[in-house]
């Protein structure tokens, strides 16, 4: 059987993420290097630290 793994999202929750876009990066690298393929922010996650994927993830995006 193939394993299907998840994170459960709560929408509108309203309270901000407390992440630097430098932690966001180096997590999101992380769970590409296991296997996730897509990666996505919620509450704070900004621009900020969506940009900086493109250049961390490059052999990844295609």
Do not use: K, N
């Not at 993420?17 to 919620?42: L, M, Y």
């Amino acid at each position: 059987a193939e394993r299907m793994d998840y994170v459960d999202t709560y929408r509108d929750r309203g309270r901000p993420t407390p992440v630097t876009p430098e932690e966001f990066t180096a997590w999101a690298r992380d769970c590409v290097e296991a296997g996730v393929q897509v990666v996505g922010g919620c509450c704070g996650i900004e621009i900020e630290h969506i940009r900086p994927l493109r250049d961390a993830l490059p052999t990844y995006l295609s």
